[in-house]
């Protein structure tokens, strides 16, 4: 006789347990703060434009308002002379304060850059990419070309706008 008041002592207090943790995450869920959800970059969208040398760049950014892929072509100056090539990167990188600095490499050499902006709007903007001095190899024109100074890629400019968001 004595196991029955026992389970009911149990039961009661479970009961009571269990009710006030379903009203104390009532009380959480019932007050008037604002619910926030993942913030959107003002700058989602695809990016294009075209380089100081009047060559196409293109960039995305996501809406968690990161670099997730760009393409910039840049005229090479070699010993015999200038190529064309599209630098690329995929390396993620987040904009901070408005701002971002992407490296990007010339497939099949060893020739890098660094493409910068910082935002003057959510719509367009203009940067600049960085020079590149020192030794490279690149393939040109079905040529392997080797150079051990100089700077074949100069410093230069471009601007951009959204296309897509």
Same mark, same amino acid.
């Given at each position: 006789?004595?196991?029955?008041?026992?389970?009911?002592?149990?039961?009661?207090?479970?009961?009571?347990?269990?009710?006030?943790?379903?009203?104390?995450?009532?009380?959480?869920?019932?007050?008037?703060?604002?619910?926030?959800?993942?913030?959107? !970059?003002?700058?989602?969208?695809?990016?294009?434009?075209?380089? *100081?040398?009047? @060559?196409?760049? #293109?960039? &995305?950014? $996501?809406?968690?308002?990161?670099?997730?892929?760009?393409?910039?072509?840049?005229?090479?100056?070699?010993?015999?002379?200038?190529?064309?090539?599209?630098?690329?990167?995929?390396?993620?990188?987040?904009?901070? !304060?408005?701002?971002?600095?992407?490296?990007?490499?010339?497939? *099949?050499?060893? @020739?890098?850059? #660094?493409? &910068?902006? $910082?935002?003057?709007?959510?719509?367009?903007?203009?940067?600049?990419?960085?020079?590149?001095?020192?030794?490279?190899?690149?393939?040109?024109?079905?040529?392997?070309?080797?150079?051990?100074?100089?700077?074949?890629?100069?410093?230069?400019?471009?601007?951009?706008?959204?296309?897509?968001?």
């Amino acid at each position: 006789m004595r196991i029955l008041p026992r389970c009911r002592n149990r039961s009661l207090i479970l009961t009571l347990v269990l009710s006030s943790l379903i009203f104390s995450q009532c009380d959480k869920d019932d007050d008037d703060s604002p619910v926030s959800g993942p913030t959107i !970059s003002p700058y989602v969208g695809m990016w294009q434009g075209t380089t *100081g040398q009047n @060559l196409p760049l #293109m960039f &995305r950014v $996501t809406q968690e308002g990161k670099i997730d892929s760009l393409s910039v072509r840049i005229r090479v100056s070699t010993p015999m002379g200038t190529c064309t090539g599209t630098f690329f990167s995929d390396t993620v990188i987040a904009i901070q !304060s408005q701002t971002f600095a992407v490296p990007a490499q010339l497939p *099949g050499s060893t @020739l890098y850059t #660094m493409v &910068r902006t $910082t935002f003057s709007s959510s719509s367009s903007t203009e940067g600049s990419y960085d020079k590149y001095s020192g030794s490279y190899v690149l393939i040109c024109g079905g040529y392997l070309i080797m150079g051990s100074g100089g700077t074949p890629v100069a410093a230069g400019t471009w601007q951009a706008t959204k296309s897509t968001q």
